[in-house]
């Protein structure tokens, strides 16, 4: 009897070893900071990574490559050695088009399949070798973009329709379930991501239209918010609201705050990050001019916001453009990335947006260590314009500043930014509505004064260490593959530039333009061609055969953007 | 009293006749109500990509101004343009009423030097 009693003891024992010790490897676990780099696609922390995209690191199973949003590539063969090689080697048609053409947003690619969207919300997969189509799951339904597909358990989540996130099998394409996010406020769903057995989501500042499936910006109550839904019902687990309770008075008039890209996540710490877009009127409407009808900060527009994984809870916020009049979003998705600051690794958060300033944040805290202005700023800091008839010409405009992702890499941030005025008045020229304001100076925004430039940052001091300049306006992100980074003019100029000084490697001519950025898997480039008249999604690679074009002749560059 | 009856059912079938015919005959346009319309909806639907002067930009988003197919003396070429889309162009029948069709493609064939008939909601319909 004594002998059967001690085995008992000891059991106990170790047991109680056991359970502390876990506990206590999941705190430090929990909150210690990443050990190898932020850029992560594998299981930590105790969170868990869907299949698709643990140890996928070689392809492109997130929107941005990674939760950190680094968009680099890994594992690529193309460099600036063989970059002269890449040929097509397949395209695929675009057939679903929207206000923004055929397709914009990022393809993932997970087991050598490519899943993406055309702005008809039709869904398609296909073998990366050889574009050959495995499914397609037909919507036409009009979206507005940025779209595309997020991957996970066993199942390709989409935006099917402006108030509808839907799941489909990731095999079959057939849809598994649909989560509407209201025909009313707000509407206007963007790319998922897929994290811990839960898909993050967002919705933008604008309503179906009155129970319409149509897309109306900024309508009055309406506000970005983040989702976060069950993967296998789409039953919302948690949501938070961009704008503040009550609309900052006027609730009938006032909106904003949409979220366009998705968060960076720390998938040690269990962290979601995500940029805010801007508040409206922008800026204003007849008889509230200059944004009078929305008196303060706005909170949380145009913010940095760190949200909690588990209950969505704010953990801090920074707002980097209180009261912002020209639609100067803080929208790209944020990047995590591990830098060298006084000595020590210290991982911080970097941001920007159409505001066409870039910010490095502290990751515990949110505040701000460095922001450094890039591109053309022509009044945008004015905090009100002349309640006349008369015009003031914006810069960064209505597209303007760092409209598409960034990339980082080897502590460098590289930030695409579209040099492009748009000419605003106190009232919009007295618009009647906050949605006829926006597409006033939309509308007035004129391409042929707008150029674009690349710039690389010191990601720890935000110093510039070079700038590449185009010609022309460009939508087309950036994309590190080794030692070139990839980026495209609107009219589809694709260029591959030198890391080290942003020198020109290469370019060619896409048969179509782009507003929309690549996925990059071992040799080929897999990119959308949504505009012009046959939008395509082009897969370019060193083992691609068929014809590309000869790079256009040395453009004459165009003038400066003009000041009103 | 049976002629009396007769009589009067002539005359009301004369006005119910004559009121289907003029139910059927549009009032003739008014193109400055239109372009001034027209020019409000371009400068919402259409200006992003065609630009608020007609010039278009590059190859992707089409001249408008001194655009030969614009100014068709039969616009139906327009019309199935704007109501269907073209390559990366959206389909507009859906997001567009009849009237406001009519009044954005009396706009552009009547805007930047373009002189054309203007366009009616029934052309469209």
């Not at chain 2, 909806?41 to 200006?47: D, G, Q």
Request: hydrophobic letters at 35%; glycine letters at 12%; one cysteine or more.
């Amino acid at each position: 009897m004594g002998l059967n009693r001690f085995p008992i003891i000891y059991l106990a024992a170790a047991l109680f070893v056991l359970v502390v010790g876990v506990a206590f490897v999941r705190a430090y676990q929990q909150t210690a900071p990443p050990a190898s780099g932020p850029a992560v696609t594998s299981s930590t922390g105790g969170f868990d990574i869907p299949p698709e995209v643990a140890g996928h690191e070689n392809e492109w199973p997130l929107a941005n490559h990674d939760y950190a949003n680094t968009r680099v590539a890994v594992g690529s063969s193309i460099n600036a050695s063989n970059v002269a090689n890449l040929k097509v080697a397949w395209t695929a048609s675009l057939k679903g088009t929207a206000e923004w053409g055929g397709g914009t947003g990022n393809p993932v690619i997970s087991d050598g399949v490519v899943y993406f969207q055309d702005l008809g919300a039709n869904t398609y997969a296909a073998e990366l070798e050889t574009g050959k189509i495995i499914w397609v799951k037909k919507y036409e339904n009009q979206i507005f973009g940025p779209s595309g597909p997020g991957i996970g358990y066993g199942k390709v989540y989409v935006v099917s329709r402006l108030d509808r996130y839907s799941a489909l099998d990731i095999k079959t394409g057939e849809e598994v379930w649909q989560h509407s996010t209201g025909t009313e406020l707000p509407t206007g769903a963007f790319q998922p991501s897929v994290f811990d057995h839960q898909v993050y989501a967002s919705t933008q500042a604008a309503s179906s239209g009155k129970g319409q499936v149509k897309f109306h910006s900024y309508q009055g109550r309406s506000s970005g918010a983040a989702l976060l839904l069950d993967p296998n019902t789409g039953k919302p687990t948690w949501q938070w609201q961009v704008v503040e309770e009550g609309f900052w008075g006027h609730p009938d008039i006032n909106s904003g705050g949409g979220l366009w890209f998705p968060p960076a996540i720390d998938t040690q710490r269990g962290v979601s990050y995500w940029s805010t877009g801007n508040p409206s009127p922008v800026p204003g409407i007849k008889g509230y001019p200059n944004g009078s009808s929305r008196p303060g900060p706005n909170l949380y527009t145009n913010s940095i916001v760190a949200l909690d994984h588990r209950t969505g809870k704010l953990l801090w916020y920074n707002q980097v453009k209180p009261h912002d009049l020209f639609n100067l979003d803080f929208q790209d998705s944020p990047m995590l990335a591990t830098v060298k600051i006084d000595g020590s690794d210290r991982t911080i958060v970097i941001g920007s947006g159409k505001l066409g300033t870039v910010y490095g944040f502290d990751q515990d805290t949110g505040k701000t260590l460095w922001s450094t202005p890039i591109g053309l700023h022509q009044n945008d800091e004015l905090t009100e314009l002349p309640v006349d008839q008369s015009t003031t010409w914006v810069a960064p405009g209505a597209w303007g500043g760092v409209e598409t992702p960034m990339a980082y890499a080897d502590g460098t941030v590289y930030a695409l930014t579209a040099n492009l005025p748009s000419p605003y008045n106190a009232t919009a020229f007295d618009a009647d509505t906050p949605e006829q304001a926006l597409n006033r100076s939309e509308g007035g925004t004129l391409y042929k004064n707008g150029t674009a430039e690349i710039d690389a940052l010191d990601a720890a001091t935000g110093k510039v260490l070079w700038r590449h300049e185009f010609d022309r306006v460009a939508f087309g992100g950036v994309t590190v593959v080794n030692d070139l980074l990839f980026t495209a003019t609107l009219d589809g100029m694709v260029y591959a530039l030198a890391r080290q000084d942003g020198s020109v490697v290469w370019q060619w001519q896409a048969p179509g333009g782009t507003n929309a950025w690549p996925a990059v898997a071992g040799d080929t480039i897999v990119w959308p061609f949504g505009l012009g008249d046959s939008p395509s999604m082009i897969a370019i690679s060193l083992k691609g055969n068929g014809s590309i074009s000869t790079p256009e002749p040395l453009r004459t560059p165009v003038l400066t953007p003009q000041g009103g | 009293m049976s002629r009396k009856y007769t009589c009067l059912a002539a005359v009301l079938m004369g006005l119910i006749l004559m009121g289907c015919s003029n139910s059927h005959t549009e009032r003739p346009p008014n193109v400055q109500e239109m372009v001034s319309h027209g020019q409000g909806v371009y400068l919402e639907f259409c200006a992003e990509c065609h630009q608020t002067d007609g010039q278009g930009w590059s190859t992707l988003y089409p001249r408008l101004a001194g655009n030969p197919i614009v100014t068709l003396h039969d616009p139906e070429p327009i019309i199935l343009t704007v109501a269907y889309g073209q390559g990366s162009m959206m389909a507009f029948r859906e997001r567009l009423s009849s009237d406001e069709m009519a009044a954005v493609l009396t706009y552009i064939r009547n805007s930047w030097g373009n002189q054309a008939s203007p366009v009616t909601p029934r052309q469209v319909h």
